[in-house]
């Protein structure tokens, strides 16, 4: 059973930089699609950000671009949001997600991903 364990988040200031990080467990991180995504109160889960197998596509939603990064050390297990030039907007609950699926054909779509961690709380102060 894979898991996924989030920790990083906490309060900072606009402009401000913050790194999430994602552990996984159970399967081997070079098996497992990964990708983050956040839900801010009163909205829906939407995407932020994934990464391929061995880190060659990475892929952002435009909200986003230019100021946060994805990265992955498959042989630590671990996955990482670099967050930089934070706005109040990205307030939010973050979630590391997974598939074990070898065809992802919507990488932005919650629906693709079938492991999710329990969230780290990132809020950004104007």
């Known amino acids: 059973q894979v898991q996924l364990a989030e920790s990083g988040g906490g309060l900072v200031q606009a402009g401000d930089s913050l790194r999430l990080s994602c552990a996984a467990s159970?399967?081997?991180?070079?098996?497992?699609?990964m990708g983050w995504f956040r839900q801010a109160p009163g909205k829906e889960r939407e995407f932020v950000t994934s990464?391929?197998?061995?880190?060659?596509?990475?892929y952002y939603a435009d909200s986003v671009k230019g100021r946060f990064t994805i990265s992955r050390d498959n042989a630590k297990n671990m996955v990482f949001l670099q967050m930089d030039t934070l706005k109040p907007e990205d307030t939010a609950v973050y979630y590391c997600?997974?598939?074990?699926?070898?065809?992802?054909?919507?990488?932005?779509?919650?629906?693709?991903?079938?492991?999710w961690g329990q969230g780290t709380q990132v809020t950004v102060s104007s």
């Open positions: 159970g399967r081997a991180l070079s098996d497992l699609y």
């Open positions: 990464i391929s197998w061995r880190g060659v596509g990475t």
């Open positions: 997600a997974a598939t074990q699926s070898r065809t992802v054909l919507n990488f932005r779509a919650s629906n693709e991903y079938e492991h």
